[in-house]
């Protein structure tokens, strides 16, 4: 859950940080990978709460250990369809402003940044309740559940950007072989079915190796059309 969550954030960074420098050129594939971050987010919590918060709750006997997650969730929520809102009612590329996401990211930020540490704290705490005999059963569900709730969501899409937000690197790459895959799968995933929309992937963290590189709006020249000067 930890991966899944730090891809999202990774996500949500480099939108935030190109987004304002993006080019008219380069809109259209942005909104792109906007969406399909969104996209991420929305099957990730629609999946946790459907499917993998019922299951492990029947399995440690408790109906209220993700009380205060659904709360969390509904306190993004709302921002995060006017994210979507945004980007899904354009007129035409061109008339996407950075600037304009941005304040509609910051108003989501708070309790996003929150939840999505937060939780990792409420499922490790369960190591500490009286039901943690059950805790070996519940492990199986999350692994069961994170193997499949990312493909599920967008082989095209949706797996890219997480593979592609996913740095190897983290924690002195002791996770390199995240999720486990047989590596010329995992180069499928990137390289092939990423490219249906390969324009997308530019706006990436990471390499197709998993490396972090430098942000791609960041690294481009600077014009008047980003709103910087010449």
Known sequence: ???????????????????????????????GYCTAWFKFVKSHHDDEEAELFPKIEEVMGRNDLFAETHKEHESFLAGLAR????????????????????????SFQGPFNHHFHHEIETIASFSFLPEAKKAEEAAAIFKAWGKKTVTKAGTTDVVPFFLLNLDVTYEEGMWTSWPPMPVPIRWGLVNIAGA?????????????????????????PQRPENGATS
């Open 83 to 106: 994210f979507n809102e945004y980007l899904t009612t354009l007129g035409e590329p061109y008339d996407f402003d950075g600037k304009e996401l941005l304040k509609i990211m910051d």
């Open 196 to 220: 249906y929309h390969w324009a997308w992937w530019k706006f990436a963290s990471c390499d197709a190796s998993g490396k972090p590189r430098e942000l791609w709006a960041l690294a481009q």
């Open 1 to 31: 859950m930890a991966h899944i969550h730090n891809a999202i954030l990774r996500g949500y960074n480099s939108i935030y940080l190109q987004a304002p420098l993006i080019s008219h050129e380069d809109k259209n594939d942005f909104i």
